[in-house]
DNA sequence: TAGAATTTGTACGTATGTATC
DNA sequence: CGATACATACGTACAAATTCT
């Protein structure tokens, strides 16, 4: 029943204005990092260390999503919270494709769609593919997985009338690039990448496996073909405590 | 007194297995996108909330720490929770600078020190480098700020013993791309970028002006001189909800 | 300028639900 | 099925920051 902390429980008062969800957050994060509780390592639980340091679980609890907020744990209801590790590399240039990346560094890449429809070009995808807003696109939305565990949730838009068989094509293939090879488009390139960050929604939550308050990182992209023509535009949301997006220079 | 929600204050009950507070953000959140409260205006009170909703403050609270999180409104104590607007767009490119950047969306940019110092080398700025672990390094920790707001807070290293004096020129100059043009280096391109997310630190919530909860962009980055040498690596963390990283493909 | 009112933040307590073991 | 452990939701009280009087 001992348990691996470096340091001896220490004790929380609510002295110089710091708030003691945050003492405790700050004591948890240094413990982490000194190796405390290695990557996939059980912490002890709320109770536990509501007792030992004395506090109510309440407010244990706000520490420890704060904790899991900054990617450095994660929380199962039923099971416990567990320490996480190292983030996979998602390298964005050119050439960027999916099933390329992280094959190099997980096994068993691959895509799986979760729903496709039609609907009109709204705001930014309109102005991305160049073409007038309400202009019908097909969209599908897939979910990236490595080593069986999800890491990305896209959306992809193309224009309806020159991709009509895109849903049924990726079905078959399970992979954009193959699909769009498939319809005639050998190669594409990246034309832009709008990265941005926020606390993952409940549906992203739930296709990404993620607990309440994890982060996700967004990449909207805009892929065009050899002559420069748009090709489709797509919306990214990875788990941000599994991977990391590269931009790497092309000499 | 009446408050310019769009719809009729609905009402929640635990059903279908989903939270309340996650019904409340839900129903928030596309208030918000619907326009129900334009980018600076105040939302009705917790308490309002919580009365017109009928449920506890507690609930209230949890639902819009969710909004929080996702970067579309803020909290500030004692005056009030208030709608958030667009991000302000930082590309990515070989030739990346801050000055540059945000001045042409923001007037007024220009960067502060906070504190510098000298500290060994270790892990990933060593690689980057090309040094040995522990060699001795120059630390700038700088802030980023456009139009009197903070956008980023960067930490950037340099091998003392090839810039010795870079703290006192940056000082100076208030500019890394200036500094370093009158130490010798007239030009400099960007190697490689590592973008991760995670839920901002108390001390970077202090620095940039967050609340707490709020997201953090993080930008790692190794730049190099003409011959390819590396010059200096960098780790910035960008307010998530101010700023959107652009990476843009270069012929 | 002092103080009251307002509003968000912290911390506790209690009870119950839900998922896992 | 019971025990365990995290999740939700209520209540209460006070602290801290801001704004109004």
Redesign the pocket.
Known sequence: MTDPALSPDPTFH?AA?I????QIADFLRSELRAGAWPAGT??P????FAHRF??????V??A?AELVAEGLVR???????FALGERLAYPIGRRTRFSEIVGRQAKAPGGRLIASGLEPAGGWQAEALGVVPDTPLLCLETLGVADNVPVSLARSWFVAERFPRIVETYTETGSITAALSRLGVDDYLRRWTRIRARIAEPAECERLDL??GATVLIAEALNDDADGTPLHVSSTRFAADRIEIVVNAEA
């Open positions: 609510r204005g708030a003691l969800w945050r059980a912490l639980t709320e109770a536990t004395g506090v109510n679980r309440h407010t609890r706000r420890v929380s199962d209801q039923g099971r416990g919270t607990t309440a």
